[in-house]
């Protein structure tokens, strides 16, 4: 093969106005990486509008169109055939004159518009990469009626197939012979369908070996299709207005078990009018040409807008079209809040919209002095054990000193423990800790009443208006309004005071990456799976789904954390935190209410928090304590002999068991599997719970002797201890996956992880007798063969590839609702992870937070994380809900947990392999004496990822692993 440069792009006309219409698809977004691959980002922000299909109506529409060029049907669950899936795209189809261009689910409601008909498709795969055959016009420009001829390499008479897979957009074989395929003539699917798929063939074979011109109008692209259904290409097919202009050659197996080919319909143009459509994703991140199919369509856009037929208003835009009107743009959910968000940060310290009395307490206690300080404490791990069980040792002395404070409000590790290298531990006790309830709707503040010392409680009721005060804004705007508060500091008279925000305001200029992006304190907790009800557009929470009194723990927990003890990867600690100069020691016991009954209404954070007394920085004296207390806890840590307790801890786990019997879950998959034969779902991540009890288990075990267990045994990156008494819940994780990170200067990234395999492990010296290796001298080698054999298996297994990447479309996509279009990018496709236990394939997005959205708003738009969802996310959370034992919750589980930072850093981890300790939440001190007696009901949550090729016994065996990675019972 030769190495012809690629071709150059053909030029690019002035970007039409464009309205996408989403039909819920989790891809839809990914469209804009197609725009800004030839636009400008803001120029796209300004002419291209997402608008949720189900959020406008026939006649919104309708006022819309004086404003627009042209449309975008996106791809969708469900059918065009279905009103209540397709809304009014087929009158809109049958009515509009501009050009319209359907994706997927478009392309099927075009074909249904004007008569077609929708089967399965012969062979379902979602997410897989297949070849795409197409007709173009050599000689394009007006009057072809196909989309691909911009492919290369066709038009610039360099046409040399041979070279054409290395084309820099994409690969692309061409054959020089004109085939009539699909244009009615030949109708698909019948005996002259296959002969003519021969014919291609014999002719790509023929032309690759020859290596001559192309002058034939027959290409071939690789794009990815997300489809269950297919355009009938013989019963009704609509011939007499639409032509085929692409075709995938398939199969199909008969009822007697033979395989015949036939050829799927993959794209279509009217024959008369600008619609166009194609079946495949364009948009994925796989599919290559994305950008020159949308190149092509505008193209073709802007020849009818300047075309001599049409009344002179139109011919007028030859030289550009004018922005979208405010109007428009406000149809888009993701304009109207980055507006919004703007528009509140224009208006000086106000973060969010301004709420009811926002601001009002401003000035009050130590208010815009805080600082943030760090102060090295220069101990350096001791001899004792080894370094992560110093670092366990900190914790439980750290525990013992909390003054009661650790024992009555919590404590936060987020650990983060590898067996290859050391890793950074960071400690706190909450000053407070924030609960939530979806059902109630209201928050509950936990604190120490400072004259008793008891644990005191308020509650918090948000105002009655749902859509726009969900507990994710109010304390996004709260969070944002604290953090303005630190703008303003001055450095400290003693200590390092870190000036993260003139730099991080420098960093977005320079693009620098920051240095330290260790947490610096604010809040550690996490979002439970139901916030998606506050999350996700468009979702119905079922009613029924809400579960029994007992299992109703809160939604949303957060602690603030302002005095934290780190240690670093070197063994060396020091503290960290926020310092509040003018701030007291004590709160005056006239302005705090301690009563449960107090409930106080549609306040805004930062008020309500600071009318209880609650102060957000450690004063000058209370950070000296600290000092000395974090030098004395480390320095006894360092220097004891480590625990006892440490050396035995076989078996502290309770025994867990399923909810659901092996066959109960299979029964689940094969539902999975019809809902995405029906087209309503292309990957769906089953889950199901292992439960145990307290009363269960013949001994009682602290949840920190098992979280201390699990950290040895399952070293994760996110390994992270919880422990928030007055919440009812504790929680031991080791989870691998991150869901997100943002720094202080708004980089984000998601690495969401599909695939998983146990590995191979050598258990001969642990006395195993079936051990893997078969024993004997080289065992451990011949293990360690077969445990690259498993992660290789599971690299190259398509199905697995598959799954991973259903998912990084949707990531992509939902971090296109938060970022700017041009910088979402995947510098890792589907790369292979391993862990302790388990080989993972793990993908790496990111992107840059758009000038206006907050770190928690980013949180919320990605938020459930759609690892644990499947695609397209909305459709298979509902149908998820069905399916999970409809009166259960997963609650923490499938949530995030993590810290969101004072600096506006994030990190969350999607909570898996984790074990969630619930019991009746400790608010008094005499509960607090009642909780040894108190019963603990633990869940640990597992699932995966369910696909149409998903074999249920495997998946059973992989809920199987994963449960074991935690419980070591595999
Ligand atoms: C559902 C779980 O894991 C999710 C599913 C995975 C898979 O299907 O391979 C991998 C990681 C997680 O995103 C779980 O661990 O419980
Ligand atoms: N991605 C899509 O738009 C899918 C369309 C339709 N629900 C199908 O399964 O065929």
């Given amino acids: 093969m030769s190495s012809k440069p690629a071709n150059p792009l053909p030029p690019v006309p002035p970007l039409p106005r464009t309205l996408i219409l989403d039909y819920r698809d989790s891809y839809t977004n990914n469209l804009l990486s197609l725009f800004v691959s030839l636009y400008p980002d803001d120029e796209v922000r300004r002419k291209v509008v997402v608008v949720q299909a189900d959020e406008i109506t026939w006649d919104d529409l309708q006022t819309m169109l004086s404003d627009l060029d ?16 397709i809304g009014f795209a087929l009158d809109l189809i049958r009515t509009t004159t501009i050009p319209l261009l359907g994706i997927c689910l478009g392309m099927q409601a075009l074909a249904v518009a004007y008569g077609g008909q929708i089967i399965n498709t012969p062979d379902l795969k979602h997410g897989h990469v297949i070849p795409i055959s197409f007709n173009f016009n050599p000689n394009s420009g007006s009057g072809s009626r196909s989309i691909f001829d911009l492919f290369p390499d066709h038009g610039n008479g360099t046409s040399d197939p041979s070279v054409v897979g290395q084309a820099r957009l994409g690969s692309t074989k061409m054959v020089d012979k004109d085939v009539d395929v699909g244009n009615g003539k030949a109708p698909f699917g019948t005996e002259v369908q296959i002969e003519v798929q021969e014919e291609v063939q014999k002719e790509v074979q023929e032309e690759e070996v020859v290596g001559g011109q192309s002058v034939g109008n027959v290409g071939m692209v690789e794009m990815v299709t997300y489809n269950s259904l297919t355009v009938d290409p013989v019963l009704g097919f609509p011939s007499d207005e639409l032509e085929v202009i692409a075709w995938h050659d398939d199969k199909r197996k008969l009822e007697d078990g033979t395989v015949v080919p036939v050829k799927t319909i993959q794209g279509l143009a009217h024959r008369t009018k600008p619609q166009y459509g194609v079946q495949f994703h364009p948009e994925s991140i796989a599919s290559s040409s994305g950008s020159l199919l949308l190149l092509s369509f505008l193209q073709k856009t802007h020849e009818y807008h300047t075309s001599k037929t049409l009344p002179t208003p139109t011919t007028a835009l030859r030289t550009g079209y004018p922005p979208l009107t405010r109007r428009t743009l406000r149809m888009s959910s993701t304009y109207r809040q980055v507006e919004e968000s703007r528009a509140a940060s224009r208006v000086g310290s106000r973060a969010g919209s301004p709420g009811p009395g926002q601001g009002q307490n401003h000035g009050g206690r130590g208010g815009g002095r805080m600082r943030l300080v760090e102060e090295r404490i220069e101990m350096v791990q001791g001899s004792a054990g080894g370094i992560e069980d110093v670092n366990e040792q900190v914790f439980r002395e750290l525990t013992r000193r909390g003054n009661g404070r650790a024992e009555k409000l919590g404590t936060v590790w987020l650990d983060g423990v590898s067996n290859r290298a050391a890793t950074t531990s960071s400690m706190s006790i909450p000053s407070f800790v924030l609960s939530y309830s979806l059902r109630t709707r209201t928050v509950i503040c936990h604190f120490l009443n400072p004259e008793t010392s008891r644990v005191a409680a308020r509650r918090l009721r948000l105002s009655s208006r749902p859509a726009v005060d969900t507990f994710w804004k109010w304390f996004s705007r709260g969070s944002v309004e604290l953090r303005r508060r630190l703008q303003d500091r001055t450095t400290g008279d003693r200590g390092q005071s870190l000036d993260m925000f003139a730099r991080a305001a420098s960093r977005r200029e320079t693009g620098d990456r920051p240095t330290d992006t260790r947490w610096k304190g604010g809040w550690v907790g996490w979002w439970g799976y139901e916030m998606k009800e506050e999350s996700l557009g468009g979702y119905e929470a079922r009613t029924s789904g809400k579960g029994g009194e007992d299992e109703d723990g809160p939604d949303a927990c957060w602690g603030w954390c ?20 003018g701030g007291q020691e004590t709160t005056s016991p006239a ?9 106080d209404d549609g306040m805004e954070m930062l008020e309500w928090l600071e009318s209880l007394g609650l102060q957000f920085g450690a004063s000058p004296r209370e950070w000296e304590q600290w000092l000395q207390t974090a030098k004395d806890v480390v320095g006894l840590a360092v220097s004891q002999r480590p625990d006892t307790r440490m050396k035995d801890r076989k078996d502290v786990l309770p025994a867990f068991k399923p909810l659901i019997s092996a066959e109960g879950y299979k ?19 089953l889950t199901t719970r292992f439960v145990a009890s307290s009363s269960s288990s013949s001994t009682r075990v602290d949840p920190l002797d098992m979280y201390a267990h699990l ?27 991150r869901f997100v990170r943002i720094d202080a200067d708004g980089r984000v990234e998601m690495k969401p992880i599909k695939g998983t395999r146990g590995r191979v492990k050598c258990v001969c010296d642990r006395g195993g007798v079936d051990c893997p290796g078969k024993g004997g001298p080289d065992c451990a080698t011949r293990c360690a063969k077969l445990d690259d054999e498993v992660a290789r298996e599971l690299c190259s297994n398509a199905k697995e590839r598959a799954e991973n990447l259903m998912i990084v479309d949707l990531i992509r996509s939902d971090l296109q609702s938060c970022c700017s279009p041009s910088s979402v990018q995947v510098p890792k496709l589907i790369a292979l992870e391993t862990y302790e236990s388990v080989h993972q394939l793990v993908t790496t997005v990111v992107g840059r937070l758009e000038q206006g959205i907050s770190e928690i708003e980013a949180v919320e738009r990605c938020f459930p994380p759609g690892s644990m969802t499947g695609a397209p996310k909305l459709r298979s959370v509902q149908i998820l809900d069905d399916l999970e034992a409809p009166n259960r919750r997963r609650g923490v589980y499938s949530g995030a947990l993590g810290y969101m930072g004072i600096d506006g850093q994030v990190d969350l981890s999607v909570v898996i392999r984790t074990i969630v300790a619930e019991y009746e939440p400790v608010t008094t001190d005499t509960d607090r004496q009642g909780m040894q007696e108190r019963e603990v009901r633990y869940s640990l949550g597992a699932g995966g990822a369910i696909t149409w090729l998903s074999d249920p016994q495997g998946e059973w065996d992989e809920v199987l692993t994963k449960v074991g990675s935690v419980t070591g019972s595999r």
């Fill in 70 to 85: 042209c449309i975008l049907l996106s791809p969708g669950p469900g059918r065009p055939d279905i009103p209540a899936d």
């Fill in 562 to 581: 302002d005095r934290i003890l780190r240690r670093s990867k070197d063994g060396s600690w020091d503290i960290c935190g926020v310092v509040d100069p």
């Fill in 591 to 599: 302005t705090v209410q301690t009563t449960e009954e107090a409930e």
């Fill in 667 to 685: 029964t689940g998959i094969e539902k999975c599997r019809k809902a995405i034969y029906d087209g309503n779902s292309y990957e769906l991540t």
């Fill in 711 to 737: 950290r040895q045994r399952n070293p994760a990156p996110y390994s992270t201890f919880v422990h928030f008494p007055t919440a009812g819940t504790t929680i031991l994780s080791s989870s691998p996956e």
